[in-house]
């Protein structure tokens, strides 16, 4: 009997050493698991589905500018701890967020020289697995600098992905459709087909003091490729020493991808105490004429942001419930080239032909906001340098919101604006509004990354192809798929600010070019895309007497819960919201160029009856050269009734579904 206690401790301490060497972590609900292991000194790690790998071994670690620190390696110890929470957010597609996960901290070190200790925090969620590096303080790894991350993705497979190329300006490309092995360097997130039921999306989350994550590959595996400082560097490790997350959403439909809540999982809690002033709300703006050069953002005879003007769209605004007026082109600066010389923009001191007081005393007095229009030109130390200034003038008038403008691909000092000192900048700009209760909507921004959850006066963010190209665009517009993949791609991240609800197509500056959806479909953008500040982006002479209009008026932009009924990349998407603190719902649908029907099971409702107005395409309509007819029905529904909803191609459907 001793002797065969002895041979099973031996059994039982080779087995010990044996799972030691590799370290595996299952998501809550067993199906998914992460595994990390070191081969040579290189560390790696993989990811299953059941018995299946969907990221096969894919290689872990950097290079600093004084050395490898990615193939010295042997582990150390490892820890692990699991939460499963619920938070609210102030808004968001979801009243509330469940945040459900298991974490493995391994410790990597190297295994002689300076024996640096490099820290590796995975997380697994029944939706996906994440991970990111941890710095700890140690003598020989205080302030560094990151030549690269050589993070891998080792797909399973050449599967089909949905991206825009690396260094896009702006973030404002085109998302195509081609399998990995023929795609070049992507900016992230990228939405992959793998198969009929593998369906991930891999970005980044918390981005915080770090450089933006692009994506090159070599055949099918994807590797981190970060934009640099100017001189080459690509992080500088300081007070901040942690990675953003390396975040892979994983789902067995498309529609999985969409309700994942990830990217804000991965983000810090909340940093604003008190929360009872961030009301993002609907809003117009002087900024659709200038965008189709019927009115100017400099000064002139077509000067935009005049006194009169900004007088007719508040009173717009108060007469159909919106609570802003964006105003662009208020201020000194936009004379000449402002693209060169952004240094010239003044935030604080409007043209004479603007009263920036009695405005926004005239807006108060009619329940509305002015929300001011901060165009930087690309010169960010400009901007910072009256930032404070600015925000304690528009504090003081009553101005809540501010649109950040960033049109420049270079920073200070010739910096790229998605480098670490851009991501820098922008969060500079959030915090410092929030100081002042002031919410940012943030254009040719950082690509967003779940940090709403922990600043969330960042109410929206553009870094996407939007409305305006549909104003200037000479090839045409956008393609009438684009609605179809965003919320897959870019809508990940955060909120996006599309401008949807154009109504009057015709353009004689750039003849030809306009939305290329049906009237129907701009409405259901108000669903698709997903925003807690919507513009109403026309002019608003094109709303006038037009029935469809009040579907603007009426749709919420906070909503209780999100469900996905239907979806397919780039084909069509369908949204079924519930609106926050109340029974009533809104379906969102759009199409591709495909005509579509979609039986719509209405079995998401409470009990009781309810009216739905149902807004949808006419049936002649067609977005190549018949968008405007709509038809407009009610009908007595409840959770049995099976809803038929016909898009035509381009098209789409908006329905209100009110209880009763």
Not at 15 to 21: E, G, N, Q, R
Not at 206 to 227: I, P
Not at 286 to 292: C, F, H, S
């Amino acid at each position: 009997m001793k002797r065969l206690s002895i041979f099973a401790l031996m059994l039982l301490m080779v087995s010990v050493l044996s799972t030691a060497k590799n370290m595996s972590l299952t998501s809550p609900n067993g199906s998914l698991t992460v595994t990390m292991g070191v081969d040579g000194g290189k560390a790696w790690y993989q990811v299953m589905r059941g018995q299946k790998v969907i990221i096969k071994p894919s290689a872990l670690g950097f290079v600093l500018r004084d050395g490898d620190f990615k193939d010295n390696f042997k582990m150390g110890k490892t820890t692990r701890t699991s939460l499963d929470e619920t938070w609210s957010q102030p808004w968001g597609e979801d009243a509330q967020v469940r945040n459900h996960y298991n974490e493995m901290k391994v410790r990597l070190q190297e295994k002689n020289g300076q024996r640096r200790m490099l820290d590796v925090v995975f997380r697994a969620f029944d939706d996906g697995v994440a991970f990111r590096y941890e710095f700890p303080e140690q003598p020989g790894l205080k302030e560094f600098v990151i030549m690269d991350e050589v993070t891998q993705f080792a797909l399973p497979a050449d599967a089909p992905a949905w991206s825009i190329p690396a260094l896009t300006a702006y973030y404002e490309g085109v998302y195509t459709r081609e399998t990995v092995s023929k795609k070049g360097n992507m900016s992230g997130p990228v939405a992959l087909e793998v198969n009929d039921s593998l369906y991930m999306a891999i970005m980044e989350a918390n981005l915080t003091d770090y450089s933006t994550m692009n994506l090159s590959h070599e055949g099918t595996v994807l590797k981190v490729d970060l934009v640099p400082w100017q001189n080459g560097d690509k992080v500088r490790v300081g007070q901040t020493r942690v990675s953003p997350w390396r975040a892979i959403i994983i789902g067995r439909k498309a529609a999985d991808i969409l309700l994942s809540r990830m990217a804000l999982n991965l983000n810090d809690p909340c940093k604003i105490e008190d929360t009872s002033w961030l009301k993002p709300s609907k809003y117009v703006g002087i900024w659709w004429a200038m965008q189709k050069q019927l009115w100017t953002w400099s000064q002139g005879e077509r000067h935009g942001a005049t006194t009169e003007n900004t007088k007719r769209y508040i009173d717009f605004a108060a007469r159909h419930g919106m609570g802003g007026v964006l105003v662009e082109g208020w201020n000194y600066g936009w004379d000449g080239d402002w693209t060169r010389y952004g240094d010239k923009f003044s935030f604080t001191k409007p043209y004479p032909d603007y009263d920036l007081e009695g405005l926004c005393r005239y807006a108060r007095e009619r329940g509305v906001r002015i929300i001011a229009h901060n165009e930087t030109g690309g010169a960010a130390q400009n901007y910072e340098n009256q930032m404070e200034e600015a925000y304690t003038l528009y504090e003081s008038l009553g101005i809540n919101t501010i649109k950040t403008g960033y049109v420049n691909t270079h920073f200070y000092n010739g910096e790229l604006q998605h480098s670490q000192w851009g991501v820098r900048h922008f969060r500079k700009v959030i915090e410092t509004a929030a100081r002042h209760h002031m919410m940012i909507v943030n254009h040719e921004g950082a690509m967003p990354s779940g940090i709403q959850r922990t600043w969330p006066n960042l109410i929206g963010t553009e870094s996407m192809r939007g409305q305006e190209w549909n104003a200037f665009d000479r090839a045409g517009g956008n393609p009438p798929y684009h609605e179809c993949i965003l919320p897959f791609t870019r809508g990940l991240g955060g909120p996006m600010d599309f401008t949807p609800g154009i109504f009057e197509y015709r353009n004689d500056s750039v003849p030809g070019t306009r939305p290329q959806t049906t009237l129907a479909h701009q409405l259901a953008e108000y669903i698709v895309i997903y925003s807690p500040g919507h513009m109403a982006a026309d002019l608003i002479e094109n709303y006038e007497h037009q029935p469809a209009f009040k579907f603007i008026e009426d749709v919420p932009t906070n909503w209780e819960r999100t469900l996905v009924p239907f979806a397919a990349m780039g084909k069509y998407v369908i949204y079924a919201r519930q609106e926050r603190g109340a029974a009533n719902w809104y379906v969102g649908a759009v199409t591709d160029e495909q005509a579509r029907n979609f039986d719509l099971s209405l079995d998401f409702l409470g009990k009781g009856s309810y009216q739905a107005i149902i807004y949808e395409d006419g049936p002649d309509a067609d977005y190549r050269n018949n968008p405007y007819p709509m038809t407009i029905r009610r009908l007595d529904v409840n959770r049995d009734t099976v809803l038929h909803l016909h898009l035509a191609p381009g098209g789409g459907a908006a329905v209100q579904i009110r209880a009763i």
